[in-house]
């Protein structure tokens, strides 16, 4: 599996790069600049709708092939085992990276005068949410096991979790569904890629549905660069991509044949 290890993640890396394109010239053309509503069946929002599910549906007829034939350690320092310590060092600098996309957040919420009781929670589960992601890659090449990985794998997921529900009740008025569907498809692969990856450090396999929500995270996360979501929350999906990224690259390259 070590050159669909590499030919896997980039193709849909690839495929997301596209979207990013598509999506960008779909939200400079298809709404209206007075009433802000969105052009109903414009041909470049049937192409990305097309391409979104060309891109499901491939991802999950990869998945049910590689788990029909393969199957993952059920450890996750074993499922996730890196090749060298390279693995380690960029973890490290992705979560710092998310880290620093939390502090900007905190400062613009600084500067409007006004943080609640669900921004500081939200930045408390960001911020463990990167320390988890340094914890993981860490973990999975010392071959550590313990109660620190299994309470830090699951908190990645809850923060999306969060994410969403707060996404879903900032745009609980808004009708133009386009304005923030990428951006809810790509929270929610999210937190489907961390669940089923936290599954491992309780000892729990579920090869298909972890390759696919690895998949499908990469093309959203990258597509949703393209709204205008700020810089923090860029930076947060740009880094869930490419921490997606190389968590489906090792899991792949650890699958085993079942023959």
Known sequence: MRKSAVIMPLAFLLAGVLGFFVRRQELATVFDSVTGLAERYAPITVLLICLSAAVILSSLVIAIVVSSRHKADKDYSRAFAPG????????????????????????RLRSSGIITIIDWIFILLAVLSAVSVIILAMGAYTRRRGAGMTVFSVIPSLFFCFWLIILYKDNATNPVLLDYCYECLAIAGAALSFYFGAGYAFRKSAPGWTLFSYLVTIFFCVIVLADGIGLPSQLIFGITAVVSWINAHAFIRNLKSKD
Not at 87 to 106: D, E, K, P, Q, T
């Open 84 to 107: 060298s310590f390279s693995y380690v060092g960029l973890s490290f600098i992705l979560g710092l990276g998310w880290l620093a996309a939390v502090v900007l957040r905190f400062i």
